[in-house]
Protein backbone atom coordinates (compact mmCIF):
# COMPACT_ATOMS: atom_id res chain seq x y z
CA UNK A 1 0.00 0.00 0.00
CA UNK A 2 2.30 2.41 0.84
CA UNK A 3 5.20 1.96 -1.52
CA UNK A 4 2.46 1.79 -4.09
CA UNK A 5 1.55 5.22 -3.37
CA UNK A 6 5.43 5.78 -2.94
CA UNK A 7 6.08 4.85 -6.56
CA UNK A 8 2.75 7.01 -7.38
CA UNK A 9 4.49 10.01 -5.69
CA UNK A 10 7.86 9.05 -7.42
CA UNK A 11 6.25 9.52 -10.47
CA UNK A 12 4.17 12.59 -10.23
CA UNK A 13 7.47 14.43 -8.71
CA UNK A 14 9.35 12.39 -12.06
CA UNK A 15 6.40 14.67 -14.08
CA UNK A 16 7.05 17.63 -12.24
CA UNK A 17 10.69 17.96 -12.33
CA UNK A 18 11.85 16.60 -15.30
CA UNK A 19 11.13 17.79 -18.73
CA UNK A 20 13.99 17.41 -21.29
CA UNK A 21 16.97 16.41 -18.81
CA UNK A 22 15.83 12.38 -18.42
CA UNK A 23 17.08 12.28 -21.73
CA UNK A 24 20.33 10.64 -22.14
CA UNK A 25 23.56 13.21 -22.99
CA UNK A 26 26.42 12.36 -24.25
CA UNK A 27 29.87 13.61 -22.07
CA UNK A 28 30.34 15.72 -24.91
CA UNK A 29 26.78 17.08 -25.06
CA UNK A 30 27.23 17.85 -21.36
CA UNK A 31 30.16 19.64 -21.56
CA UNK A 32 29.98 21.72 -25.50
CA UNK A 33 26.93 23.67 -23.84
CA UNK A 34 27.38 27.44 -24.08
CA UNK A 35 25.35 28.90 -21.09
CA UNK A 36 26.57 29.11 -17.41
CA UNK A 37 25.11 27.53 -15.08
CA UNK A 38 22.57 24.86 -14.89
CA UNK A 39 19.10 25.07 -16.70
CA UNK A 40 15.65 23.52 -16.34
CA UNK A 41 13.50 23.44 -19.54
CA UNK A 42 11.07 26.44 -18.67
CA UNK A 43 8.21 25.01 -20.98
CA UNK A 44 8.25 21.55 -19.35
CA UNK A 45 5.23 20.43 -21.02
CA UNK A 46 6.48 17.67 -23.67
CA UNK A 47 5.97 13.89 -21.96
CA UNK A 48 8.67 12.91 -19.36
CA UNK A 49 10.49 9.39 -19.68
CA UNK A 50 10.15 7.65 -16.65
CA UNK A 51 13.54 6.42 -15.48
CA UNK A 52 14.43 3.48 -13.58
CA UNK A 53 12.39 2.22 -10.82
CA UNK A 54 14.94 2.54 -8.78
CA UNK A 55 15.99 6.08 -8.58
CA UNK A 56 14.66 6.74 -5.41
CA UNK A 57 15.90 3.65 -3.99
CA UNK A 58 19.47 4.61 -5.01
CA UNK A 59 19.08 7.92 -4.12
CA UNK A 60 18.27 6.96 -0.39
CA UNK A 61 21.27 4.43 -0.37
CA UNK A 62 23.62 6.79 -1.35
CA UNK A 63 22.17 9.33 1.45
CA UNK A 64 22.43 6.88 3.36
CA UNK A 65 25.88 5.87 2.92
CA UNK A 66 27.29 9.11 2.07
CA UNK A 67 24.89 11.71 3.38
CA UNK A 68 27.46 12.96 5.56
CA UNK A 69 30.30 13.28 3.11
CA UNK A 70 28.68 15.29 1.31
CA UNK A 71 27.57 17.92 3.55
CA UNK A 72 31.22 17.69 4.28
CA UNK A 73 31.88 18.56 0.69
CA UNK A 74 29.24 21.00 0.56
CA UNK A 75 31.47 22.56 3.78
CA UNK A 76 34.40 22.23 1.36
CA UNK A 77 33.29 24.66 -1.33
CA UNK A 78 31.12 27.30 0.57
CA UNK A 79 31.88 28.74 3.87
CA UNK A 80 28.60 31.26 3.94
CA UNK A 81 26.26 28.95 6.33
CA UNK A 82 23.34 30.28 3.91
CA UNK A 83 24.99 29.48 0.29
CA UNK A 84 26.15 26.17 1.71
CA UNK A 85 22.75 24.72 2.75
CA UNK A 86 21.66 25.61 -1.10
CA UNK A 87 24.40 24.06 -2.20
CA UNK A 88 24.23 21.35 -0.23
CA UNK A 89 20.44 21.10 -1.62
CA UNK A 90 21.56 21.51 -5.12
CA UNK A 91 23.99 18.66 -4.73
CA UNK A 92 20.96 16.46 -3.48
CA UNK A 93 18.95 17.39 -6.09
CA UNK A 94 21.28 16.77 -8.91
CA UNK A 95 22.13 13.28 -7.05
CA UNK A 96 18.64 12.43 -6.76
CA UNK A 97 18.07 13.55 -10.27
CA UNK A 98 21.21 11.72 -11.79
CA UNK A 99 20.38 8.03 -10.83
CA UNK A 100 17.94 7.91 -13.45
CA UNK A 101 21.16 8.12 -15.76
CA UNK A 102 23.28 5.43 -13.44
CA UNK A 103 23.73 2.05 -15.33
CA UNK A 104 26.20 0.98 -12.47
CA UNK A 105 29.00 1.72 -15.23
CA UNK A 106 30.84 2.91 -11.91
CA UNK A 107 30.41 2.22 -8.22
CA UNK A 108 27.49 4.14 -6.15
CA UNK A 109 30.13 5.88 -4.24
CA UNK A 110 32.45 6.96 -7.50
CA UNK A 111 29.16 8.22 -8.85
CA UNK A 112 27.62 10.11 -6.26
CA UNK A 113 31.35 11.72 -5.52
CA UNK A 114 31.50 13.09 -8.94
CA UNK A 115 27.83 14.45 -9.51
CA UNK A 116 28.49 16.09 -5.90
CA UNK A 117 31.99 17.10 -6.86
CA UNK A 118 30.93 18.15 -10.38
CA UNK A 119 27.83 20.69 -8.88
CA UNK A 120 30.16 21.49 -6.11
CA UNK A 121 32.94 22.68 -8.82
CA UNK A 122 30.34 24.39 -11.67
CA UNK A 123 29.26 26.78 -7.73
CA UNK A 124 32.86 27.64 -7.65
CA UNK A 125 33.37 28.58 -11.15
CA UNK A 126 30.05 29.90 -11.80
CA UNK A 127 30.59 32.62 -9.03
CA UNK A 128 33.97 33.66 -10.54
CA UNK A 129 36.27 32.58 -7.85
CA UNK A 130 38.56 30.27 -9.68
CA UNK A 131 40.87 32.77 -11.57
CA UNK A 132 40.94 35.29 -8.34
CA UNK A 133 41.65 33.99 -5.58
CA UNK A 134 42.06 30.73 -5.67
CA UNK A 135 45.52 28.66 -6.14
CA UNK A 136 46.71 25.35 -6.67
CA UNK A 137 48.65 23.03 -4.24
CA UNK A 138 52.01 24.07 -5.95
CA UNK A 139 51.46 28.21 -4.62
CA UNK A 140 49.97 26.69 -1.18
CA UNK A 141 52.98 25.02 -0.98
CA UNK A 142 55.18 28.17 -1.29
CA UNK A 143 52.64 30.27 0.67
CA UNK A 144 53.88 30.95 4.50
CA UNK A 145 50.83 30.36 7.14
CA UNK A 146 51.71 33.36 9.68
CA UNK A 147 48.32 34.17 11.45
CA UNK A 148 48.50 30.49 12.75
CA UNK A 149 50.03 29.74 15.44
CA UNK A 150 50.93 26.91 17.40
CA UNK A 151 48.42 27.84 20.41
CA UNK A 152 45.61 27.13 17.85
CA UNK A 153 45.52 23.28 18.16
CA UNK A 154 42.50 22.43 19.60
CA UNK A 155 39.87 20.48 17.47
CA UNK A 156 37.53 23.25 16.16
CA UNK A 157 40.43 25.65 15.20
CA UNK A 158 42.04 22.95 13.06
CA UNK A 159 38.79 22.23 11.39
CA UNK A 160 38.37 25.83 10.60
CA UNK A 161 42.15 25.72 9.09
CA UNK A 162 41.39 22.95 7.09
CA UNK A 163 38.35 24.20 5.74
CA UNK A 164 39.92 27.21 5.34
CA UNK A 165 42.61 25.88 3.48
CA UNK A 166 40.67 23.44 1.60
CA UNK A 167 38.66 26.32 0.28
CA UNK A 168 41.60 28.33 -1.23
CA UNK A 169 42.29 25.59 -3.44
CA UNK A 170 41.24 25.51 -6.75
CA UNK A 171 38.62 23.10 -7.99
CA UNK A 172 40.08 19.91 -8.98
CA UNK A 173 42.50 19.81 -6.06
CA UNK A 174 39.66 20.04 -3.58
CA UNK A 175 38.03 17.16 -4.67
CA UNK A 176 41.52 15.54 -4.33
CA UNK A 177 41.98 16.56 -0.71
CA UNK A 178 38.43 16.12 0.28
CA UNK A 179 38.40 12.56 -1.44
CA UNK A 180 41.57 11.89 0.83
CA UNK A 181 40.13 13.72 3.87
CA UNK A 182 37.23 10.81 3.14
CA UNK A 183 39.70 7.92 3.38
CA UNK A 184 39.10 7.59 -0.02
CA UNK A 185 42.38 5.66 -1.59
CA UNK A 186 44.19 6.85 -4.55
CA UNK A 187 42.18 4.36 -7.28
CA UNK A 188 38.85 5.77 -6.11
CA UNK A 189 39.94 9.09 -5.96
CA UNK A 190 41.62 9.11 -9.58
CA UNK A 191 37.99 7.36 -10.56
CA UNK A 192 36.13 10.56 -9.15
CA UNK A 193 38.88 13.35 -10.84
CA UNK A 194 39.75 11.35 -13.93
CA UNK A 195 43.39 11.95 -13.26
CA UNK A 196 46.04 9.08 -12.89
CA UNK A 197 46.46 7.52 -10.18
CA UNK A 198 49.97 8.20 -10.21
CA UNK A 199 49.02 12.10 -10.34
CA UNK A 200 46.84 11.60 -7.49
CA UNK A 201 49.76 9.68 -5.64
CA UNK A 202 51.69 12.93 -5.95
CA UNK A 203 48.99 15.51 -5.23
CA UNK A 204 47.83 13.70 -2.48
CA UNK A 205 51.64 13.32 -1.23
CA UNK A 206 51.99 17.28 -1.09
CA UNK A 207 48.83 17.58 0.84
CA UNK A 208 49.90 15.72 2.98
CA UNK A 209 53.63 17.90 3.06
CA UNK A 210 51.00 21.40 3.36
CA UNK A 211 48.94 19.84 6.16
CA UNK A 212 51.95 18.87 8.13
CA UNK A 213 53.57 21.74 8.01
CA UNK A 214 50.61 23.42 8.94
CA UNK A 215 49.72 21.77 11.43
CA UNK A 216 52.34 20.51 13.14
CA UNK A 217 53.41 23.70 14.95
CA UNK A 218 50.22 23.31 16.59
CA UNK A 219 50.34 19.17 17.54
CA UNK A 220 47.60 17.74 15.37
CA UNK A 221 49.38 15.88 13.22
CA UNK B 1 46.76 13.03 18.13
CA UNK B 2 44.13 13.55 16.04
CA UNK B 3 44.56 13.44 11.84
CA UNK B 4 43.34 15.98 9.45
CA UNK B 5 41.20 12.77 8.00
CA UNK B 6 39.62 12.62 12.02
CA UNK B 7 39.55 16.23 12.07
CA UNK B 8 37.35 16.13 9.09
CA UNK B 9 35.07 13.52 9.34
CA UNK B 10 34.20 14.50 13.27
CA UNK B 11 32.82 17.66 12.08
CA UNK B 12 29.14 18.11 13.01
CA UNK B 13 27.40 18.89 10.16
CA UNK B 14 23.38 18.66 9.70
CA UNK B 15 21.84 16.17 7.46
CA UNK B 16 20.44 16.72 4.44
CA UNK B 17 17.77 14.19 2.45
CA UNK B 18 15.73 15.54 -0.71
CA UNK B 19 12.50 15.06 -0.03
CA UNK B 20 9.37 14.81 -2.99
CA UNK B 21 8.76 18.63 -1.28
CA UNK B 22 12.03 20.29 -1.84
CA UNK B 23 12.54 18.25 -5.00
CA UNK B 24 9.54 20.45 -6.27
CA UNK B 25 10.35 23.43 -5.03
CA UNK B 26 13.85 22.95 -6.20
CA UNK B 27 12.94 22.04 -9.60
CA UNK B 28 10.60 25.08 -9.50
CA UNK B 29 13.53 27.30 -8.60
CA UNK B 30 15.31 26.15 -11.23
CA UNK B 31 13.03 27.08 -13.40
CA UNK B 32 12.19 30.14 -12.60
CA UNK B 33 16.44 31.32 -12.55
CA UNK B 34 15.83 29.90 -16.16
CA UNK B 35 12.38 32.05 -16.73
CA UNK B 36 14.66 35.17 -15.24
CA UNK B 37 18.02 34.49 -17.93
CA UNK B 38 16.04 34.02 -20.60
CA UNK B 39 14.08 37.60 -19.64
CA UNK B 40 17.37 39.38 -18.87
CA UNK B 41 18.20 38.14 -22.53
CA UNK B 42 15.49 40.75 -23.98
CA UNK B 43 17.39 43.62 -22.47
CA UNK B 44 18.82 43.91 -25.44
CA UNK B 45 16.47 44.53 -28.58
CA UNK B 46 14.00 46.56 -25.78
CA UNK B 47 17.20 48.89 -25.22
CA UNK B 48 17.48 48.92 -28.80
CA UNK B 49 14.27 49.86 -29.75
CA UNK B 50 14.06 52.05 -26.95
CA UNK B 51 17.02 54.17 -28.01
CA UNK B 52 15.37 54.16 -31.70
CA UNK B 53 12.28 55.64 -29.63
CA UNK B 54 13.94 58.49 -28.37
CA UNK B 55 16.55 59.06 -31.13
CA UNK B 56 15.92 62.14 -33.36
CA UNK B 57 16.51 62.22 -37.01
CA UNK B 58 15.57 58.49 -36.79
CA UNK B 59 14.56 58.07 -40.37
CA UNK B 60 17.98 58.32 -41.67
CA UNK B 61 19.49 56.49 -38.64
CA UNK B 62 16.47 53.99 -39.40
CA UNK B 63 19.20 51.34 -40.79
CA UNK B 64 21.83 51.27 -38.38
CA UNK B 65 18.59 50.73 -35.97
CA UNK B 66 17.53 47.73 -38.22
CA UNK B 67 20.80 45.93 -38.36
CA UNK B 68 21.28 46.45 -34.25
CA UNK B 69 17.88 45.40 -33.83
CA UNK B 70 18.75 42.41 -36.05
CA UNK B 71 21.97 41.61 -34.45
CA UNK B 72 20.44 41.12 -31.41
CA UNK B 73 17.11 38.96 -32.41
CA UNK B 74 20.18 36.80 -33.57
CA UNK B 75 21.79 36.70 -30.25
CA UNK B 76 18.99 36.18 -28.63
CA UNK B 77 18.86 32.74 -30.37
CA UNK B 78 22.35 32.58 -30.06
CA UNK B 79 22.41 32.99 -26.47
CA UNK B 80 19.11 31.13 -25.71
CA UNK B 81 20.37 28.04 -27.15
CA UNK B 82 22.26 26.52 -25.20
CA UNK B 83 19.43 26.97 -22.42
CA UNK B 84 17.11 24.63 -25.08
CA UNK B 85 19.26 21.33 -24.33
CA UNK B 86 19.20 21.95 -20.73
CA UNK B 87 22.43 20.15 -19.34
CA UNK B 88 23.25 20.27 -15.59
CA UNK B 89 25.57 18.82 -13.51
CA UNK B 90 23.47 15.42 -12.85
CA UNK B 91 24.09 14.72 -16.34
CA UNK B 92 27.83 14.46 -16.56
CA UNK B 93 28.21 11.66 -13.96
CA UNK B 94 30.50 9.25 -16.07
CA UNK B 95 33.11 12.21 -16.62
CA UNK B 96 35.73 12.86 -13.95
CA UNK B 97 36.66 16.25 -12.28
CA UNK B 98 39.25 17.39 -14.78
CA UNK B 99 37.13 16.81 -17.68
CA UNK B 100 33.90 18.55 -16.07
CA UNK B 101 35.94 21.23 -15.15
CA UNK B 102 37.93 21.42 -18.32
CA UNK B 103 34.19 21.85 -19.88
CA UNK B 104 32.77 23.77 -17.52
CA UNK B 105 35.07 26.61 -18.08
CA UNK B 106 35.34 26.18 -21.55
CA UNK B 107 31.35 26.91 -20.98
CA UNK B 108 31.61 29.75 -19.21
CA UNK B 109 34.79 31.70 -21.66
CA UNK B 110 32.11 30.62 -24.87
CA UNK B 111 29.37 32.52 -22.55
CA UNK B 112 31.13 35.47 -22.14
CA UNK B 113 32.87 35.53 -25.78
CA UNK B 114 28.82 34.91 -26.95
CA UNK B 115 27.18 37.52 -24.50
CA UNK B 116 30.34 40.18 -25.86
CA UNK B 117 29.63 39.48 -29.53
CA UNK B 118 25.16 39.03 -29.32
CA UNK B 119 24.25 41.68 -26.77
CA UNK B 120 27.02 44.15 -26.54
CA UNK B 121 27.99 44.55 -29.80
CA UNK B 122 24.47 45.30 -30.97
CA UNK B 123 23.51 47.67 -27.87
CA UNK B 124 27.10 49.67 -28.62
CA UNK B 125 25.91 50.08 -32.28
CA UNK B 126 22.71 51.61 -31.18
CA UNK B 127 24.46 53.53 -28.48
CA UNK B 128 26.59 54.81 -31.23
CA UNK B 129 23.95 55.99 -33.69
CA UNK B 130 22.01 57.44 -30.85
CA UNK B 131 24.81 59.65 -29.96
CA UNK B 132 25.22 60.55 -33.71
CA UNK B 133 21.83 60.77 -34.00
CA UNK B 134 22.02 63.64 -31.30
CA UNK B 135 24.99 65.11 -32.48
CA UNK B 136 22.96 65.90 -35.59
CA UNK B 137 20.42 68.00 -34.13
CA UNK B 138 23.10 70.97 -34.00
CA UNK B 139 25.64 72.39 -33.35
CA UNK B 140 25.75 73.16 -29.57
CA UNK B 141 24.99 69.34 -29.21
CA UNK B 142 28.89 68.26 -28.25
CA UNK B 143 30.47 70.79 -25.78
CA UNK B 144 26.91 70.59 -23.60
CA UNK B 145 26.57 66.55 -24.00
CA UNK B 146 29.94 65.89 -23.70
CA UNK B 147 30.18 64.39 -20.40
CA UNK B 148 27.30 62.49 -21.40
CA UNK B 149 29.23 60.97 -24.04
CA UNK B 150 32.48 60.51 -22.47
CA UNK B 151 30.54 58.85 -19.54
CA UNK B 152 29.14 56.49 -22.47
CA UNK B 153 32.46 55.32 -24.07
CA UNK B 154 34.20 55.38 -20.73
CA UNK B 155 31.42 52.71 -19.49
CA UNK B 156 31.71 50.71 -22.71
CA UNK B 157 35.62 50.73 -22.39
CA UNK B 158 35.35 49.73 -18.85
CA UNK B 159 32.59 46.83 -19.72
CA UNK B 160 34.49 45.55 -22.75
CA UNK B 161 37.97 45.41 -20.87
CA UNK B 162 36.59 43.58 -17.67
CA UNK B 163 34.20 41.00 -20.43
CA UNK B 164 37.74 40.70 -22.13
CA UNK B 165 40.04 39.86 -18.46
CA UNK B 166 37.37 37.83 -17.41
CA UNK B 167 37.61 35.52 -21.01
CA UNK B 168 41.45 35.99 -20.73
CA UNK B 169 41.22 34.84 -16.94
CA UNK B 170 38.96 31.81 -18.20
CA UNK B 171 41.33 30.81 -21.04
CA UNK B 172 44.54 30.73 -18.92
CA UNK B 173 42.62 28.22 -16.08
CA UNK B 174 42.16 26.16 -19.33
CA UNK B 175 45.31 26.02 -20.83
CA UNK B 176 46.42 24.97 -17.48
CA UNK B 177 43.89 22.44 -16.76
CA UNK B 178 44.97 21.55 -20.50
CA UNK B 179 48.27 21.34 -19.65
CA UNK B 180 47.65 19.43 -16.50
CA UNK B 181 46.05 16.76 -18.51
CA UNK B 182 49.01 16.12 -21.01
CA UNK B 183 50.35 15.87 -18.00
CA UNK B 184 48.15 13.12 -17.11
CA UNK B 185 48.49 11.32 -19.99
CA UNK B 186 45.23 12.38 -21.62
Known amino acids: MTSSRESSELASARRTITSEHNRSFSCSDVLENSVSGDYLNVGGTEPIPAGPASQAELYREAVDRFGPSLERLAGAYEADPEKRRDLSQDIHFQLWRSFAGYDGRCSLRTWSYRVAHHVAASHVIRERRVYSTLVGLEELEALSDKAEGPESADRRLNLDRLSALIRRLKPLDRQIIVCWLEDMDTASIAEVTGLSPANVGMRIHRIRKVLAKRFHEGGSL | M ?185
Open chain 2, 2 to 186: NSPQEIWQNQSAERNTMTLKLIEWKARDLRAKTRKKLLGTLVCPLAVGLLYGFTPRRGMLAPFFICALIWSFAGLYFLNRGMRWATMSADAGLAGGLQFCLGELQRQRRFVQQSLLWSFGPLALAIGTFIYGLALTGRGFFPKALPFVALVVIWICLYFFSRWHEQRGLQYEIDELREFERGNGG
